[in-house]
């Protein structure tokens, strides 16, 4: 029995061991199984169109194992956009640390009793996240202090250099927020917001107010009151001195409601002192002087201090909503920190590569950084090498938590808020977007269903058309890997590309006659109800409506505005559909108001919406109509950017946008219109090809003013080649060299 007992002892002993090898190889083959899987969904991705004419750069890794999981030109230097701010965020945290605030002093005269002071400085420190709010607690603050008197007011902006924007801002000519310069004073992002309403009826002046208001604007009003339909206004911000002066033309609705455009500043310590002077009178703390410019004496006595909340906040700013205007802040901030005052652009990027080479091995020498935000053509990184960022950050506690709670998170906050819907990367995936003209960038950290934890770092540059593909080709990506482990599996992320094309015809106007009135309304609580519609609407007409639905309701949205460029395209299943719907209820083709006035304010990709749009409508007399006249709005705000859009528009498309901006100028009747003052400095430009180009539009285009102008059988049958074309304004048929509009 006992010899029994034994043997069976042994036997199920050694089945133990057989088995339990076996059990480590079944995970492992299920694993293997796993990784190809996603290999082979993500290079079908990739060898689709637009990816597969463009250069990409994809690297992924495993948290769990260590393990490189996809590799593809992972070691390419790229533009990466706005992934740059991954590093710039990085760096900052390590240095300044999580619970760092920025500063920013109040200090009078040594002598000064409490009560008087012949002088109020204020010593900036670079925080970049004092808005108006919270500037009205201060000036709360400074009165409890005792003060009731103060003669001038000094700005001290000496702890940062001169330089107000970094390399790469000087390729983009715009007063558009996210341009903002950087100061050691600041206030609200250094943007302004200019909100109008319409006047009391049709024709009557339109009313324009600033917020905040103070001395520091001028405000030339040219906005008037129109129809229903009339929504074709601009904003412009210029620099005037110490002070900015803010120009708005064109109309507004009645009965619209407001509107509301933000523009960038030009003088951030006189924004600052011009608009705490304003507070600290309606507070009753006299302001008998000027704001000027200065700096601190040694010798003034602090009167308050006030203090940022902690950069681990702030930090969530900066990556979620991709804030250009905080990472250049901080960039100056990591220079006078570690480097010394006055903080500046050079010396950030020190500090930066520093810890770049020391902390996470990345040389200097082997990557271009040349701004913190990532802004135009001025950064290279590889994948391979943002991912060693995201990786270095993940393992340094207590850093890690901070770092990626600033992230977007798929499908529900930041720029990533109206991304990934309908897919297992939602509430899984975090990362930080980038988007430039012809580059998309997605950079982050995913927990797949199955629980294994990646990183991935994925661009895409210089690819051909629109940007909608490029990023739901890298959505498709990012839910590859998602979808590790889960029951559908990563193929699942390829077949969402392919989607129902429509439905039937009376169906689609119903439902676009819906989202039409919900987006009239410009209600922003209709958002979270649109957001839905447009998650689940399969249709690709009905689902360009409800993202003009969700940009009108909140045009200052960012995601918005891409959700809407996303969506709409020049094809027949959306632009020439939506025509046919337009006709059916008597309306302006639905979008393309809003796409008008995105492009009006100079909305590089608005503006090739437009022009494709353009060549899409000929042979349509409607269609054309309601283009020519909002390429004359466009052509009238937006003159320069316009030039650019043709310059890189099909010929097709260019020769009817043409066409069609010949008949929107004539229809201005403007005889110095600012599209041909636009194209004169393009003929001069030091780009011998925009040179080039724009002669040849300016002899092309005032051939086109010329015919459409005269009479059908009077029009020459030889036409004065295009070198040597004048440009023809609506004021007359021909123009001598003297008489150019702007020469």
Do not use: C
């Not at 109020?120 to 009205?136: A, F, I, M, N």
């Not at 008197?149 to 924007?165: G, H, L, P, Y």
């Not at 701004?371 to 960022?389: M, P, T, V």
């Amino acid at each position: 029995m006992q010899v029994h007992r034994a043997r069976t002892l042994l036997a199920v002993t050694v089945a133990i061991f057989v088995t339990l090898p076996r059990v480590g190889v079944a995970a492992d083959d299920k694993k293997r199984a796993e990784r190809e899987a996603l290999k082979a969904s993500l290079m079908q991705v990739l060898q689709r169109e637009p990816l597969n004419a463009s250069r990409v750069g994809v690297h992924m890794m495993s948290l769990d194992d260590g393990s490189v999981v996809f590799s593809h030109n992972a070691d390419e230097l790229l533009n990466p956009a706005s992934n740059v701010k991954l590093v710039t965020s990085a760096a900052a945290l390590v240095a300044l640390g999580p619970e760092y605030r920025f500063e920013t002093e109040f200090l009078v005269e040594q002598e000064s009793d409490g009560f008087k002071a012949k002088t109020l400085y204020v010593r900036g420190k670079g925080d970049p996240s004092v808005t108006t709010e919270r500037l009205y607690g201060i000036v709360g603050e400074l009165f409890h202090t005792g003060l009731r008197e103060v003669q001038d007011i000094i700005v001290d902006d000496s702890w940062f250099d001169a330089e107000r924007t970094p390399p790469g801002f000087d390729q983009e000519e715009s007063d558009r927020a996210y341009m903002a310069p950087t100061g050691a004073l600041s206030l609200n992002w250094n943007a302004v917001g200019v909100f109008l309403r319409p006047g009391e009826a049709v024709g009557a002046k339109g009313v324009v107010e600033i917020e905040p208001q103070s001395d520091y604007f001028l405000v030339e009003n040219a906005l008037t009151t129109g129809n229903r339909r009339a929504r074709r206004f601009s904003v412009a911000s210029d620099a005037a001195g110490a002070q900015q002066k803010i120009i708005v033309r064109g109309q507004v609705p009645e009965a619209g409601g407001y509107m509301s455009v933000y523009k960038k500043i030009d003088n951030p310590p006189m924004y600052f002192g011009q608009t705490l002077k304003q507070m600290l009178s309606a507070r009753g703390i006299k302001v008998k002087g000027k704001v000027k410019p200065g700096v601190t004496p040694k010798q003034s006595k602090l009167v308050y201090v006030a203090q940022s909340d902690t950069f681990d906040i702030i930090l969530k700013r900066l990556n979620k909503l991709s804030s250009n205007f905080v990472a250049e802040t901080l960039l100056k901030t990591m220079g006078a920190e570690g480097r010394g005052a006055p903080g500046s652009f050079a010396k950030g990027i020190d500090v930066v590569e520093e810890f770049l080479s020391r902390d996470v091995g990345i040389p200097r020498g082997t990557y271009v950084m040349k701004n913190g935000s990532g802004l135009n053509d001025a950064n290279r990184f590889s994948a391979a090498q943002l991912d060693k960022i995201l990786r270095y950050m993940y393992e340094r506690f207590p850093l890690a938590p901070e770092y990626l709670s600033s992230l977007g998170i798929a499908g529900k906050d930041g720029t990533l808020r109206y991304r990934f819907d309908g897919t297992d990367a939602v509430g899984r995936l975090r990362a930080k977007t980038g988007t430039l003209e012809n580059v998309s960038a997605l950079s982050g950290y995913v927990q797949a269903a199955g629980g294994e934890k990646f990183i991935f770092s994925m661009m895409v540059n210089d690819y051909p058309g629109r940007s909608g593909p490029v990023v739901r080709g890298l959505d498709a990506l990012g839910t590859a890997v998602a979808s590790v482990g889960s029951s559908m599996g990563p193929g699942r992320a390829v077949a969402e590309l392919t989607g129902d094309k429509g439905a039937a015809s009376a169906e689609v106007t119903s439902r676009v006659k819906t989202y039409l009135a919900l987006g009239g309304q410009r209600d922003s609580r209709n958002i979270g109800f649109l957001r839905t519609a447009w998650r689940s609407e399969k249709d690709p007409a009905v689902r360009a409506v409800v993202a003009e639905s969700l940009y009108q309701s909140n045009p200052q949205d960012y995601l918005g505005v891409r959700t809407l460029l996303d969506s709409y395209s020049a094809g027949a299943d959306v632009y020439g559909r939506l025509r046919t719907v337009a006709r059916e209820l008597s309306v302006e083709v639905p979008g393309l108001g809003s796409l008008v006035e995105l492009a009006a304010n100079g909305n590089a990709e608005a503006l090739s919406r437009i022009i494709e749009l353009a060549g899409a409508s000929a042979g349509d007399v409607a269609s054309e109509g309601e283009m020519a006249e909002g390429l004359g709005a466009v052509a009238r705000t937006a003159p320069e950017e316009l030039v650019q859009a043709l310059r890189t528009a099909s010929n097709a498309d260019r020769e009817m946008a043409t066409t069609l901006l010949a008949r929107g100028l004539i229809q201005t009747a403007e005889a110095e219109h600012p599209f041909w003052k636009a194209l004169k400095k393009s003929l001069g430009s030091s780009d011998p090809k925009l040179a080039e180009f724009s002669r040849g539009l300016e002899g092309s285009l005032s051939r086109k003013v010329a015919e459409e102008k005269a009479p059908k059988q009077l029009v020459p049958t030889q036409v004065v080649a295009p070198s040597a074309a004048l440009p023809l304004g609506p004021g007359s048929v021909e123009r001598t060299a003297e008489t150019r509009p702007g020469g």
